[in-house]
């Protein structure tokens, strides 16, 4: 359940809000700065919805009204698939086969901690984290949605290694940075990508020294 930059718990913490868990903030979040997909501020008639943590109605019933609406579907079908697959993943990144509940709702589960304090807690429904991705592939979970974004690995890299570059020069990168972007890549594709092989060939480039 664990393995690479999408499932870090110290990332699926920041794109939690400390209470709940949202597929849209997570799948928009990772799409824009993983996968470079230039997400547009929402219309502004669409109201926002916020997850039902009574588990009285799934988070995916949920999305499901913004992905009925015309203008919120065109970009909701591209990070929601992300953003739920990364839902067996609580607030604090802790890996979880079902939401936790309030009240009276769900089953009651009681125990002792590492440190000998009792705690006591409700579990609702299962974590649903299957789907579909834009083009219609099916994934069952998160392991299925990374075997099918690492058929483009050099794309990943890409908007890493643009990630860098915006956070190391403290500028864009333009157009004319694109030689200089794909010849960093070219030097790392035998280390098929690795994060060491970027970080190397970004600051040995004119481009780290120089832009």
Known sequence: SRGGLLTQASLLRLTANGTTTSPIVRGA?????????????????VEGIEPDIRGAK???????????ITSCKTCHQHFDPVGLALESYDIAGGYRHRYRAVGDLG???????????????????????GGQMADGTPF??????????????????????????????????CFSDRKEVESMLDQCMQENYGLKSLLHALVQSSLFRHK
Do not use: C
């Open 29 to 45: 979040w990772f799409s824009e700065r993983l996968l470079g997909l230039n997400i547009p501020p929402p219309p502004s008639n």
């Open 140 to 173: 069952e979970d998160i392991q299925d949605m990374k075997a099918i974004l690492l058929k483009n690995p050099r794309q990943i890299a890409r908007n890493i290694l643009s990630q860098w570059i915006i956070y190391a020069t403290g500028a864009p990168v």
């Open 107 to 129: 089953d009651p589960v009681k125990g002792f901690g590492k440190n000998g304090h009792a705690f006591q807690f409700r579990l609702a429904k299962t974590a649903d984290n």
């Open 58 to 68: 799934t988070i995916r019933e949920q999305i499901e009204k913004h992905r009925n």
